[in-house]
């Protein structure tokens, strides 16, 4: 919901401030005065003050008059305005807040800084009102950066902006200037047509059903938010599937071996099989890869097989005879291995200790860099609005907590007139602690990854020593009476390779448990993709849409639309637009038709829009709705239709100018509650 409750036009010149200010409520306001006299001005400069400009022109040139931005009479001669400000109270139905932006601004003041008072500045007498906030428009990131004034005035209006399209292949916010299509009109060309003038400066693709998608509330919106972002998730789950597939072949190809059973990413097979064959307790990876073992390829598993039995048969026949010196040898061997072994396993106790300790450390500081990331942008942010002519009070933007540690200040001791640093300085002291502190991840990093080389090597060490515990402990078990070289050597190679082997086994283990893991979250996120379906309409939505049409032809049999019959009139659900039968309505009829059709859609939307909880502000701001010298009997029933529009919270609120006579004003609105502002002359003068 949005209300404007007040608004101020001030312009100040060397010999003297001239202004104008009014109040708004809900329902009807009408602001009537003679051709240009500031009709159009005042209405522009409300769309002024909130940033939203853009939806009339790319541009700021031509929004406002002369009396705002050059010069302005001043008993009765022309004074250059040396300041110019617009002050607009809006309201969400919950809270007031008032809005100030310059046209010419003071010294070290830019146009682009918004400066947000919380409260009623206006029709309060300024009491009550808080200190103010500043934010910017008219830049990058004012639709998402907190310091951003549509960021801020989107949560006002408690607005969740959805992400769409764009031409370009990007994904941006709807901007408040394309939603403001629907509920502001200009003079000048905004009645030509009979459809909204969509902004196209903002490349986004069907801004029009964007908009009505968002201000209906529409299923197909949501499902196409939650599509675009299954999609996003379904990519990088490709990327991750990529990168294990790409480890576990790299793997396999240093020991001669290969893996089977896998398929692409996103086929059918890929969403209709398992991995590897794999049941519900996963799958061994001695069955996923298989080397080539005399003359055929076999998997892991059997050739761990085969050289177990080859170790095992060649031990059988190595049993030299041991004198009792050898024996003490040996037992003095196994003795030295054993406690080697010991120290192994408590270095590797302590290597698994400090690995922990380091994860634990390194949320720590990742949190940290977060907190210190927010933190730098949030002084960039108080920067860019200081450039611009903002002043900040410690108050405003001071901290309970500390940044860095979030640690409560409360209480801490200051030494009085000590230096304290400027936003610029703060910014380079947090950028400076940024970049220590990724200094620190990157050296606990690089500290993890040596933990990590010296574990690999000392666990390749103790498993060398456990072999030769096994063959000291066979030895001084033996009975044979002699050793054979060659089964010696064979049996030393069988043993090299099936450790290798068993390395690669259990680190393909961990990559295999991935991939499953993988797989299975992508079948999840296809299955609810594919449950979302089309872009097609909810049965809720099509109850909405036939709501609105059905709006739509009441106005239009209200305003004597004579082109067709209002019933044969439809909305292309496609398009949003007005259709009649199965062609859009491009338009057949007189102009003043035309603009019936303009007026039925831009109050049916509101009207729909209160009736099923939807989006749209319940505001219209209309400039000059009486074009193309429509009928008198169209135009009373028109403003009779303003004064009883349903909107967000009850009545909707909409302003509008005309130049019509008061009495005949009077009597088109007789028995109706409505308000109108009289510009006596000029708006400034």
Same mark, same amino acid.
């Given at each position: /919901?949005? @209300?404007?409750?007040?608004?101020?036009?001030?312009?100040?010149?060397?010999?003297?401030?001239?202004?104008? &200010?009014?109040?708004?409520?809900?329902?009807?306001?009408?602001?009537?005065?003679? #051709?240009?006299?500031?009709?159009?001005?005042?209405?522009?400069?409300?769309?002024?003050?909130?940033?939203?400009?853009?939806?009339?022109?790319?541009?700021?040139?031509?929004?406002?008059?002369?009396?705002?931005?050059?010069?302005?009479?001043?008993?009765?001669?022309?004074?250059?305005?040396?300041?110019?400000?617009?002050?607009?109270?809006?309201?969400?139905?919950?809270?007031?807040?008032?809005?100030?932006?310059?046209?010419?601004?003071?010294?070290?003041?830019?146009?682009?800084?918004?400066?947000?008072?919380?409260?009623?500045?206006?029709?309060?007498?300024?009491?009550?009102?808080?200190?103010?906030?500043?934010?910017?428009?008219?830049?990058?990131?004012?639709?998402?950066?907190?310091?951003?004034?549509?960021?801020?005035?989107?949560?006002?209006?408690?607005? +969740?902006?959805?992400?769409?399209?764009?031409?370009?292949?990007?994904?941006?916010?709807?901007?408040?200037?394309?939603?403001?299509?629907?509920?502001?009109?200009? !003079?000048?060309?905004?009645?030509?047509?009979? /459809?909204?003038?969509?902004?196209?400066?903002?490349?986004?693709?069907?801004?029009?059903?964007?908009?009505?998608?968002?201000?209906?509330?529409?299923?197909?919106?949501?499902?196409?938010?939650?599509?675009?972002?299954?999609?996003?998730?379904?990519?990088?789950?490709?990327?991750?599937?990529?990168?294990?597939?790409?480890?576990?072949?790299?793997?396999?190809?240093?020991?001669?071996?290969?893996?089977?059973?896998?398929?692409?990413?996103?086929?059918?097979?890929?969403?209709? #099989?398992?991995?590897?064959?794999?049941?519900?307790?996963?799958?061994?990876?001695?069955?996923?890869?298989?080397?080539?073992?005399?003359?055929?390829? *076999?998997?892991?598993?059997?050739?761990?097989?085969?050289?177990? @039995?080859?170790?095992?048969?060649? $031990?059988?026949? /190595?049993?030299?005879?041991?004198?009792?010196?050898?024996?003490?040898?040996?037992?003095?061997?196994?003795?030295?291995?054993?406690?080697?072994?010991?120290?192994?396993?408590?270095?590797?106790?302590?290597? +698994?200790?400090? &690995?922990?300790? /380091?994860?634990?450390?390194?949320?720590?500081?990742?949190?940290?860099?977060?907190?210190? *990331?927010?933190?730098?942008?949030?002084?960039? +942010?108080?920067?860019?609005?200081?450039?611009?002519?903002?002043?900040?009070?410690?108050?405003?933007?001071?901290?309970?907590?500390?940044?860095?540690?979030?640690?409560?200040?409360?209480?801490?001791?200051?030494?009085?007139?000590?230096?304290?640093? =400027?936003?610029?300085?703060?910014?380079?002291?947090?950028?400076?602690?940024?970049?220590?502190?990724?200094?620190?991840?990157?050296?606990?990093?690089?500290?993890?990854?040596?933990?990590?080389?010296?574990?690999?090597?000392?666990?390749?060490?103790?498993?060398?020593?456990?072999?030769?515990?096994?063959?000291?402990?066979?030895?001084?078990?033996?009975?044979?009476?002699?050793?054979?070289?060659?089964?010696?050597?064979?049996?030393?190679?069988?043993?090299? $390779?099936?450790?290798?082997?068993? $390395?690669?086994? +259990?680190?393909?283990?961990?990559?295999?448990?991935?991939?499953?893991?993988?797989?299975?979250?992508?079948?999840?996120?296809?299955?609810?993709?594919?449950?979302?379906?089309?872009?097609?309409?909810?049965?809720?939505?099509?109850?909405?849409?036939?709501?609105?049409? #059905?709006?739509?032809?009441?106005?239009?049999?209200?305003?004597?639309?004579?082109?067709?019959?209002?019933?044969?009139?439809?909305?292309?659900?496609?398009?949003? $637009?007005?259709?009649?039968?199965? =062609?859009?309505?491009?338009?057949?009829?007189?102009? =003043?038709?035309?603009?019936?059709?303009?007026?039925?859609?831009?109050?049916?939307?509101?009207?729909?829009?209160?009736?099923?909880?939807?989006?749209?502000?319940?505001?219209?701001?209309?400039?000059?709705?009486?074009?193309?010298?429509?009928?008198?009997?169209?135009?009373?029933?028109?403003?009779?239709?303003?004064? !009883?529009?349903?909107?967000?919270?009850?009545?909707?609120?909409?302003?509008?100018?005309?130049?019509?006579?008061?009495?005949?004003?009077?009597?088109?609105?007789?028995?109706?509650?409505?308000?109108?502002?009289?510009?006596?002359?000029?708006?400034?003068?």
């Amino acid at each position: /919901m949005l @209300r404007v409750t007040a608004v101020s036009i001030t312009s100040r010149t060397p010999e003297g401030t001239v202004s104008f &200010a009014t109040r708004f409520g809900d329902g009807l306001t009408i602001i009537r005065a003679k #051709n240009s006299s500031g009709k159009t001005l005042l209405l522009n400069s409300i769309m002024y003050a909130l940033g939203l400009e853009g939806t009339l022109k790319p541009g700021k040139q031509g929004i406002l008059t002369t009396a705002l931005t050059q010069s302005v009479k001043v008993g009765g001669a022309e004074r250059p305005v040396l300041q110019s400000w617009v002050d607009v109270e809006i309201s969400n139905g919950e809270s007031e807040i008032t809005v100030r932006r310059y046209a010419v601004p003071p010294e070290g003041i830019k146009p682009d800084l918004v400066t947000v008072w919380p409260g009623r500045l206006l029709s309060g007498g300024g009491s009550g009102a808080g200190e103010p906030v500043y934010f910017y428009v008219g830049r990058g990131g004012t639709a998402q950066n907190e310091a951003g004034f549509h960021h801020y005035l989107g949560r006002f209006l408690g607005w +969740d902006l959805p992400v769409v399209p764009t031409y370009g292949g990007k994904e941006v916010p709807l901007y408040l200037q394309v939603l403001a299509s629907l509920f502001f009109v200009e !003079q000048k060309q905004g009645w030509s047509g009979i /459809m909204p003038k969509m902004p196209t400066q903002y490349q986004i693709r069907e801004p029009l059903r964007r908009s009505i998608e968002f201000y209906l509330k529409l299923d197909i919106m949501e499902r196409a938010r939650r599509r675009s972002e299954l999609q996003q998730r379904l990519s990088l789950l490709r990327a991750e599937y990529a990168s294990l597939r790409g480890a576990l072949d790299a793997a396999a190809q240093v020991s001669n071996a290969r893996v089977v059973g896998t398929s692409e990413f996103g086929t059918p097979t890929f969403y209709r #099989n398992p991995l590897f064959g794999a049941d519900s307790d996963g799958v061994a990876a001695g069955s996923v890869l298989t080397v080539f073992n005399r003359d055929r390829w *076999e998997s892991l598993q059997e050739t761990l097989d085969h050289l177990q @039995r080859e170790i095992q048969e060649a $031990r059988a026949l /190595m049993r030299p005879q041991l004198t009792e010196s050898g024996a003490s040898t040996l037992n003095a061997a196994l003795s030295e291995a054993r406690s080697r072994l010991r120290s192994i396993t408590i270095e590797l106790q302590s290597l +698994d200790d400090s &690995a922990s300790m /380091m994860d634990m450390q390194r949320g720590v500081l990742e949190k940290r860099r977060r907190l210190l *990331e927010q933190e730098l942008r949030r002084y960039k +942010d108080i920067s860019a609005l200081e450039s611009m002519g903002a002043r900040f009070s410690a108050r405003a933007i001071g901290h309970h907590d500390c940044p860095t540690c979030q640690q409560s200040l409360d209480g801490t001791e200051s030494l009085s007139g000590a230096p304290v640093l =400027s936003t610029i300085e703060s910014a380079a002291l947090v950028a400076q602690q940024l970049e220590t502190v990724s200094n620190v991840i990157s050296d606990a990093s690089a500290s993890a990854r040596a933990n990590e080389s010296a574990r690999s090597a000392l666990e390749q060490e103790a498993g060398g020593i456990r072999a030769r515990i096994r063959a000291l402990q066979a030895d001084l078990e033996a009975e044979a009476p002699n050793v054979s070289i060659e089964r010696l050597q064979s049996k030393l190679t069988a043993e090299a $390779r099936f450790r290798e082997l068993v $390395r690669l086994r +259990d680190s393909a283990q961990v990559v295999v448990n991935d991939l499953l893991a993988a797989q299975r979250n992508a079948i999840g996120l296809k299955s609810e993709l594919d449950s979302l379906g089309d872009d097609e309409f909810s049965p809720a939505d099509d109850r909405k849409l036939t709501r609105w049409q #059905n709006e739509l032809q009441d106005f239009l049999g209200t305003f004597e639309f004579l082109v067709f019959a209002p019933r044969e009139i439809s909305i292309d659900p496609q398009t949003m $637009r007005p259709a009649h039968g199965d =062609s859009d309505l491009g338009f057949q009829g007189s102009a =003043s038709d035309g603009l019936k059709l303009r007026w039925a859609y831009l109050l049916s939307l509101v009207q729909t829009s209160a009736s099923v909880s939807g989006c749209h502000p319940g505001l219209l701001l209309l400039d000059g709705p009486r074009m193309y010298d429509v009928g008198p009997a169209a135009m009373r029933s028109f403003l009779r239709s303003c004064s !009883q529009l349903r909107g967000e919270g009850g009545r909707a609120q909409v302003i509008l100018t005309l130049s019509e006579d008061p009495a005949v004003v009077r009597e088109w609105l007789s028995n109706c509650v409505y308000s109108v502002v009289d510009i006596p002359e000029r708006l400034l003068v």
